[in-house]
């Protein structure tokens, strides 16, 4: 199973950068699927977005300026950032939760991360 991100990169106060994030070797669909980041300088990542069966849930530092969406046709979660801030500025990482049959349990698989700076 791998979790391949990309779109990262480097952009301007109040511009625009969409991630995606492709599964191979697993399907998204039915799976809760979202985005975390760790800041720099920190150990610990924060929930961006995600989605899974009761709906859509944001964290509230990216209301109205953060869409999360998926597409189970290609495999891939996308997450549109908009008016980005220097605050932004982190590594994005990719999530998605799987039931595994045989384990009888949940599996969380993570992307390898893409940073985002956002200059002022």
């Known amino acids: 199973v791998q979790l391949q991100a990309s779109g990262g990169g480097l952009v301007q106060l109040g511009g625009s950068l969409r991630l995606s994030c492709t599964a191979r070797g697993m399907s998204i669909s039915g799976n809760a699927v979202g985005w975390y980041r760790r800041a720099p300088g920190k150990t610990t990542r924060e929930l961006v977005a995600s989605i899974n069966s009761y709906g859509t849930k944001y964290a509230d530092f990216v209301k109205g300026r953060f869409t999360v969406s998926r597409d189970n046709a290609k495999n891939t979660l996308y997450l549109q950032m908009n008016s980005l801030s220097p605050e932004d500025t982190a590594v994005y990482f990719c999530?998605?939760?799987?039931?595994?049959?045989?384990?009888?349990?949940?599996?969380?698989?993570w992307g390898q991360g893409t940073l985002v700076t956002v200059s002022s």
């Open positions: 999530w998605v939760r799987s039931w595994e049959e045989l384990q009888g349990r949940y599996n969380d698989y």
